[in-house]
């Protein structure tokens, strides 16, 4: 199945500097990668997505690149505020059977200091 | 909002015990899928449900079985509770499963403790 490894498992910076999290997949016949926050005790809500066909996507101070070829997809927060403290997760879209479901990384917890 | 709604949101179980856990799909999304996410770990992908059948599953053993509903809604079982079962369990609802795999809406989720 999908092995999804992500990086690194914490991460601190100053209000203001940019954040990246890294994410390494295996199934190279994945073409769906989304990016999910989630504060302490919510849900996880998606913040960003891309697909297999683009390169990158941004969508405001959140950006999203991806590598078919070798495998990896980063997230990049710029100009991070402290609202953005949380653990995010990279994802990757799979199926299971006709099942479609999202394999995860073991997430990231950004913590935004002032 | 989502729009998808789990209950209980905490419930509190003994070892062996059996937990049924209940969601409600957003309107329009037929499609339901659960997953267990244990304490700081990501989600893992337990099951789907389309048109009241499973349609794919995880590596979950038997006792945890789940039942879809004519109205989308959803329903996930665990039987013979064991300690590890103790995380939180997310529904997700999505439109019929298209290639790639489109945007799940997470509901709040059921944070489950095994005794």
């Known amino acids: 199945g999908e092995n999804v490894e992500q990086h690194p498992s914490t991460l601190s910076v100053q209000e203001g500097d940019s954040a990246v999290i890294k994410c390494t997949y295996s199934d190279s016949a994945s073409n769906y990668f989304p990016w999910y926050k989630q504060e302490l005790g919510k849900r996880p809500q998606l913040i960003i997505d891309?697909?297999?066909?683009?390169g990158e996507k941004k969508d405001q101070r959140i950006a999203v690149t991806l590598n078919k070829t070798a495998k990896h997809f980063s997230l990049h927060i710029t100009e991070t505020q402290p609202e953005d403290s949380a653990v995010y997760f990279c994802?990757?879209?799979?199926?299971?059977?006709?099942?479609?479901?999202?394999?995860f990384g073991t997430g990231t917890r950004l913590q935004v200091t002032l | 909002e989502t729009g998808v709604t789990q209950s209980p949101t905490h419930l509190i179980k003994t070892r062996g015990q059996q937990v049924t856990l209940r969601c409600s799909s957003q309107s329009g999304h037929n499609t339901v899928s659960w997953y267990q996410q244990a304490l700081g770990q990501g989600p893992q992908f337990i099951f789907q449900y389309y048109r009241e059948e499973e349609n794919g599953r995880g590596n979950f053993p038997p006792r945890f079985s789940g039942l879809q509903f004519p109205n989308y809604s959803s329903e996930l079982n665990v039987n013979a509770l064991e300690l590890d079962d103790s995380a939180l369990y997310l529904c997700a609802s999505s439109f019929p499963g298209t290639r790639p795999p489109g945007e799940l809406f997470f509901g709040e989720g059921s944070r489950l403790t095994v005794l």
């Open positions: 994802a990757v879209g799979g199926y299971t059977g006709t099942a479609s479901k999202l394999t």
């Open positions: 891309i697909r297999s066909n683009v």
